[in-house]
């Protein structure tokens, strides 16, 4: 066996793992928490693989402590999670319930403890139904009430957490929720797609300044970003859609031109009001970047828009060939590369922080306590020498935090698609930590990507 020395992190690079409530507390019953729209879509038959729910997922609710230690012995300085707003306001506003709050004070205690900083995510998707009753993000209150609860949580674990993110994936919420219907709360009108759209911006804008106003000290909003590869037009109108729909308003406050266009044919542009770019635009410190794969496209004349691209008329979506993920999406590490020096560029008034990326392979079961993951160990490599490779171009890369610390609810694919370096079983809620785990210990340990072994 021979391991050459691969690239080597700067001092201070964050090293870390993520996940999110939803997909991995279940007890989803428990001590007042309300009902969120996922809770609605996975019972409701026909909506997620299998007919799979969050109710017990980890169990992370009860084994929250082992889980952490499990994180201490992988070495990570950083875990990034998600606060599920139903267990905070079961009814979505008003009073908040304190035994929700008592869960993640505990979470928060036990991970300082453990030498590991909280990155906390407010919002992962999970939005409580009864707020949903009400129209759900395509009403503009919604994101009145999420700055409410966003000052809520902030009061309780401000004195101890320091980077707070508004959103996880707002083009997800909007798009696959209200667009394609592929996602809770499962609706599937353009229109609405685009306000949604509109008042999750909205509600990073007016929670981002709750926050600062109530001592945040580190503010972020984290984005699932694609390069768009492929014929010009067609990439640049996907890139629209994906990318800058977020980035311009919320870095920039400005909003593309032909952006309102598609937006006006849509949607029309009542829910837009004057001062809302301002709003949005709030300073913020971190852009997360959840990094999977490019999106590659062509034109394509006469081809009706994908339901969750509204706009994107006469484009196709395509697969470039050679070897992907399980859940089909292509592997290409320098898209990343590509990437972090885009954002860079076009946006260089804020720090970079990948918060996801990750993949999901066909692992075999454990066998003598070890699951061998090479794929997915071969996917961490290759996209953490392209991260790599951007900050050798002076990107202002902070961190690294993997998707997922843990095998998960994976929305519409249920427990099907494993993304975790830690595999669980299910039925029994074992966790026995992949090579991949193994690998990345070495990895956070050293700040060294471990050579590739060989013989
Ligand atoms: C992200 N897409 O979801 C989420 O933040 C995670 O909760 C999730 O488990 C992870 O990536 C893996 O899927 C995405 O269709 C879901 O483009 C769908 C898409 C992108 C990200």
């Known amino acids: 066996m021979t391991a050459a020395t691969g690239p080597a992190f700067p001092a201070g690079f964050v090293w870390g793992a993520a996940s999110a409530a939803y997909q991995i507390e279940g007890a989803a019953r428990e001590d007042g928490r309300g009902p969120s729209i996922w809770d609605t879509f996975s019972r409701t038959p026909g909506r997620v693989a299998s007919g799979h729910t969050g109710d017990v997922a980890c169990d992370h609710y009860h084994r929250h402590a082992d889980d952490v230690a499990l994180m201490r012995s992988l070495g990570l300085a950083a875990y990034r999670f998600s606060v599920a707003w139903p267990r905070i306001q079961p009814d979505g506003s008003g009073p908040v319930n ?76 909007a798009f696959l929720g209200y667009g394609s219907g592929v996602h809770a709360p499962g609706r599937t009108d353009a229109g609405d797609a685009f306000r949604a759209a509109h008042h999750l911006l909205l509600a990073h804008g007016l929670g981002a300044r709750a926050l600062r106003e109530a001592g945040a000290r580190e503010l972020a909003l984290t984005l699932n970003l694609s390069p768009a590869v492929g014929d010009p037009a067609a990439a640049e109108r996907v890139d ?102 885009r954002l860079s560029r076009d946006y260089p008034s804020v720090g970079l922080l990948i918060t996801e990326n990750g993949a999901a392979f066909d692992d075999d079961a454990p066998s003598g306590g070890r699951v061998a993951d090479p794929d997915r160990v071969a996917y961490l490599d290759s996209h953490l020498r392209a991260a790599h490779a951007a900050l050798a171009e002076g990107v202002d890369l902070r961190g690294y935090l993997v998707w997922s610390i843990l095998d998960n609810f994976e929305w519409a694919e249920g427990y099907h698609k494993r993304f975790g370096i830690v595999h669980v079983d299910f039925t029994t809620q074992r966790r026995v930590p992949k090579d991949s785990a193994l690998w990345y210990r070495d990895l956070v340990t050293t700040g060294v990507i471990p050579g590739v072994t060989s013989g």
């Open 98 to 173: 304190p035994r929700g709050l008592d869960f993640y004070d505990r979470l928060v205690d036990s991970l300082l403890a453990a030498g590991i900083d909280p990155y906390v995510t407010l919002y992962h998707w999970d939005l409580p139904q009864a707020l949903e009753d009400r129209g759900g993000w395509t009403a503009r209150d919604t994101a009145y009430r999420f700055a409410d609860y966003a000052a809520a949580v902030h009061a309780r674990l401000g004195d101890r957490v320091r980077t707070w993110t508004t959103l996880n994936e707002p083009w997800v919420a």
């Open 240 to 341: 629209l859609l994906l990318n800058r729909q977020f980035l311009d308003p919320a870095l920039c406050g400005e909003m593309p031109e032909d952006l309102l266009k598609i937006i006006d044919r849509h949607a029309g542009l009542d829910h837009l009001r004057d001062g809302d770019l301002t709003l949005i635009h709030q300073p913020i410190d971190l852009l997360g970047i959840n990094y999977y794969c490019p999106q590659y496209v062509a034109d394509a004349p006469g081809t009706p828009a994908d339901p969750a691209w509204p706009g994107s008329e006469d484009i196709s979506f395509v697969h470039p060939g050679g070897p992907s993920t399980a859940m089909g999406w292509p592997i290409d590490p320098a898209g990343l590369t590509a990437l972090l020096t």
